[in-house]
């Protein structure tokens, strides 16, 4: 599942960032509020995480945008206010949690999970399936042939992005930017090597095999 986090103080923004992606979450960062409200609007995100006050635009400006455009993802407000007229404020907007600075980081990821499960039960299944595979996002589990698979946190995002988009092949540059976050290079083998890990995890004593490499252009998961 794939998170954006709108704030602009740095500290805050790439702690939120680092603690979500090690909780197994694919997240995006903006720094202020016009580069959120793009992202936002054109990206395929299951929540927002929204600081009040940005600059730019503020948080409840980017929120009136969003639901104008009829963008209708969570979002979780985050802000050092403690006054009332602005938690009011930001849910009558359409915000569907609001959490005060200082927060525990363990309190937001369980904010964010609950408001994940919430948004996705009416949209889509929350359990990814290819064969007797089955990738379960809210409580984090994967399995075949009813035994469990123990995947690190990289491993099942990689596992989520193939299920995801089975039989499409996808390259090396694309899987790096989803999974990893960063500009594919060639000197680098880092996609191969997470590739081969899950691929013995998950194909490894089972029928069919699922995960194949397409020379010169990727790789795909499909149950053909």
């Given at each position: 599942m794939?998170?954006l986090?709108v ?11 680092q603690?979500?992606?090690?909780a ?31 600059p ?9 945008g ?16 403690d006054?009332?007229?602005?938690r ?16 525990a ?28 595979l ?8 994967a ?6 698979i123990d ?22 540059s ?26 013995a ?24």
């Amino acid at each position: 599942m794939k998170i954006l986090i709108v704030e602009d103080e740095p500290k805050t923004g790439d702690y939120l960032k680092q603690g979500l992606t090690e909780a197994g979450l694919m997240a995006d960062l903006a720094r202020d509020g016009w580069d959120g409200l793009h992202l936002a609007g054109s990206g395929d995100y299951d929540l927002v995480i929204l600081d009040v006050m940005l600059p730019g635009l503020n948080g409840w400006q980017v929120l009136e945008g969003l639901r104008r455009a009829g963008r209708t993802m969570p979002v979780l407000f985050l802000t050092a206010r403690d006054q009332v007229d602005d938690r009011v404020k930001g849910l009558e907007l359409g915000a569907d949690d609001y959490l005060v600075k200082p927060f525990a980081f363990a309190e937001l990821l369980a904010r964010v999970r609950t408001l994940l499960r919430r948004g996705r039960s009416a949209l889509e299944p929350t359990v990814l399936q290819a064969a007797d595979l089955e990738l379960d996002l809210l409580r984090r589990r994967a399995s075949r042939g009813g035994r469990r698979i123990d995947l690190t946190a990289k491993e099942f995002a990689l596992l989520e992005l193939l299920l995801r988009r089975q039989g499409e092949v996808l390259p090396r540059s694309l899987i790096a930017s989803q999974v990893w976050d960063m500009n594919f290079d060639s000197d680098t083998n880092v996609v191969e090597v997470a590739v081969r890990r899950l691929r013995a995890k998950v194909d490894d004593g089972f029928e069919p095999k699922l995960i194949r490499t397409v020379r010169g252009m990727g790789y795909v998961l499909e149950a053909a």
